[in-house]
């Protein structure tokens, strides 16, 4: 009751309302801005990796350097289909699957693109998550056989869409007696998709894997294998088993080793964005110890009386004490409802954003996805709720361990 009542009472009657909206505002913002930044920042490494996963291999398996009949290295597959079938079979892996890979110029409707083909069968092509299922599409994947897919991307930027036709231009083409020509092929579009990361979108092609075959010259053997396994998270350990099920020399490459550079980077800094909003909650919870100071000295008649009452130095420890945690406790809801409601309307947030400045905001093309995600996870607002009483109630303890232990003589002398 006599927290309460303090922390009600004006300037005027010895309180310090003022210094406590200051310190119930500045806990509210730190802390909503701590769930906030911890929401955006796991949603973005969430959909990151879920870009990269619905999307790529999880481990990729090539061939060693081999010498042909022609004195030329070569890091082709002749098996590949035994040498898939054989890393299908091992525990955790769910899918192997032969690929053709290179890098051609598209052209179509006068423009022309640099694009990424990937040469796949129907049957494999349907297994990619953000390929089967992605975001948007245009077309009917099961025509596949019939032509090309690709990124809407390369659609966009080439002006054509499903009907039209494509030609994919590539300078090691036919060996003729002057030379190399260019191989010029036309493709008809059957299938346009959004995987949701742009640089996919803008740079990749799906062909049927016999015509990439005939269209890279790689008749009778295969790039590399695309490998699928149940727990991408633990990739490392299927690297082994992967090895063996090979049987001859290969090399392997996992999405971690792709990504894992900017996997760490994004660690790195979550752990310092942690670490300086930290930092920032500090700051909003010493504005309770400058208030609750305040209010000590403004109640030192207020405490010298209780005391000869009565008033026990721990009940008056409990007395501040109250005061300093219940703006805390006050200011780390408010915090935690603004930076929820935040996390969950952000594509709203973001909207108003983005047209209060005129667009272009966000560039996929920088930040490789369409949009700004947040992932609201009840470990962060747990880290972020800990922190904020924490601090609150740490700092709160020692104004009013001052407070307790003032003597009521020493108060009361000049009253």
């Known amino acids: 009751m006599i927290a309460w ?22 806990i509210t913002l730190a802390v909503f801005a701590l769930i906030a930044t ?17 999307a790529n291999a999880h481990l990729t398996v090539y061939a060693g350097q081999q010498v042909d009949a022609e004195g030329r290295m070569q890091r082709t597959i002749p098996d590949y289909t035994a040498m898939a079938e054989r890393i299908a079979a091992v525990p955790g892996v769910t899918r192997a699957a032969p690929l053709i890979r290179g890098q051609v110029m ?5 423009r022309n693109t640099g694009v990424e083909v990937f040469g796949i069968t129907h049957d494999d092509l349907r297994t990619i998550p953000r390929i089967m299922d992605p975001e948007e599409a245009w077309g009917d994947i099961d ?15 080439l002006g054509v869409g499903v009907g039209d036709r494509i030609r994919l231009i590539s300078p090691d083409g036919v060996q003729t007696a002057f030379g190399t020509s260019p191989r010029i092929n036309a493709y008809t579009v059957v299938y346009v998709f959004t995987a949701g990361r742009w640089d996919i979108d803008r740079t990749r092609a799906y062909l049927p894997f016999a015509q990439a075959q005939e269209y890279f010259n790689r008749e009778g053997v295969a790039d590399e294998l695309e490998v699928m396994v149940a727990t991408p998270d633990r990739v490392e350990a299927m690297i082994g088993p992967v090895l063996r099920a090979a049987g001859e020399p290969v090399l392997v490459w996992t999405w971690r080793d792709s990504a894992g550079s900017f996997l760490r980077a994004l660690e790195v800094e979550d752990n310092v964005m942690f670490v300086i909003l930290s930092i920032l909650v500090l700051i909003a919870a010493m ?29 008056v420890l409990r007395v501040f004490f109250i005061c300093g945690a219940s703006v805390g406790v006050l200011g780390t809801v408010a915090g935690v409802i603004l930076g929820c409601l935040f996390a969950i309307y952000i594509d709203q947030v973001f909207a108003v954003v983005d047209a209060v400045s005129g667009g272009g905001v966000w560039d996929p093309s920088i930040r490789g996805i369409y949009a700004l995600p947040a992932e609201l996870r009840a470990w962060d607002v747990a880290r972020a709720v800990a922190l904020s009483l924490g601090l609150s109630f740490v700092v709160t303890y020692f104004p009013a361990r001052r407070a307790a232990r003032m003597n009521p003589v020493e108060a009361l002398r000049y009253e």
């Open 5 to 26: 009542r303090y922390l009600r009472a004006r300037r005027a009657e010895g309180g310090v309302s003022v210094m406590t909206w200051i310190s119930f505002i500045g």
């Open 38 to 54: 911890l929401a955006v920042r796991s949603g973005f490494r969430a959909e990151f990796v879920d870009t990269i996963l619905g």
């Open 106 to 110: 598209a052209s179509g409707e006068g």
């Open 143 to 157: 025509r596949f056989p019939e032509g090309i897919a690709i990124g809407s991307g390369v659609a966009r930027e």
């Open 287 to 315: 504005n309770i110890v400058s208030g609750l100071i305040m209010l000590v000295k403004n109640k030192g008649r207020d405490i010298g009386i209780l005391r000869t009452m009565g008033l026990t130095e721990g009940s």
